[in-house]
Every structure is written in C-alpha cells, then in structure tokens.
Nanobody
Framework: QVQLVESGGGLVQAGGSLRLSCAAS????????MGWYRQAPGNQRELVAT???????NYADSVKGRFTISRDNAKNTMYLQMNSLKPEDTAVYYC???????????????WGKGTLVTVSS
C-alpha cells in the first residue's frame, strides 16, 4: 500500500509564506509526475502545480511567480513553497503522485488527504 501525507498547512496573514510537504511511503518502485491541487469551499478542485520526475514544472496562472514546486526523489517527498499568500489562496491543498509499486508493472495515481491553508486579510 501507498500513503501520501501532506503537512505544513496552517493560518497565515496575507503576504506571508508557508511551505507544504507531501511524503510518499510504501513499497514504491518509482514515482513519476507529482502535483498539488487545492479546493476552496464551494469550489471544484483545481490544479496548482505539477512536477515531472525529471523536474520540469507547470503552474496555474494564479500562482505563477509566487509558488514554487520541488521534489526530493531520494526522500519520495514533494514540496510547495508558497510566498506572497493572498486570502484567495485559502483552501485545502492535496498532493497526488503517479506511483509504481514493486508488485505492479504500471503506475497508479494516489492522493493525500489534504492540509488546510487559511490566509487572513
């Protein structure tokens, strides 16, 4: 089995910073793409940023220049550095990862349970 566990959420004032982490554990053979998504109350889940196994990144327009996604492949961990936070960034942030287990010949997408980020004005 695989677990993805997010951490680092919390309450921060507008203009502040937070760093989210997403740690994958289990019988992992390899991790391909990883990503951060968020869901605000009453809204659909939306893409924040993705990072490929080789390090190429993609960002939603709303976070470009403020958020930075990164990963440490040796630790099976992904990060999201969030700077210049705005109240509209308030949401539950979820990580996902395309993971191949030792027991399978293909990768499956797994999701974490989310971490709440609240930005006060």
């Amino acid at each position: 089995q695989v677990q993805l566990v997010e951490s680092g959420g919390g309450l921060v004032q507008a203009g502040g910073s937070l760093r989210l982490s997403c740690a994958a554990s289990g019988s992992i053979f390899s991790i391909n793409a990883m990503g951060w998504y968020r869901q605000a109350p009453g809204n659909q889940r939306e893409l924040v940023a993705t990072i490929a196994s080789g390090g190429s990144t993609n960002y939603a327009d709303s976070v470009k220049g403020r958020f930075t996604i990164s990963r440490d492949n040796a630790k099976n961990t992904m990060y999201l550095q969030m700077n210049s936070l705005k109240p509209e960034d308030t949401a539950v942030y979820y990580c996902n990862a395309d993971i191949r287990l030792y027991s399978l010949s293909y990768a499956k997408r797994y999701w974490g349970k989310g971490t709440l980020v609240t930005v006060s004005s």
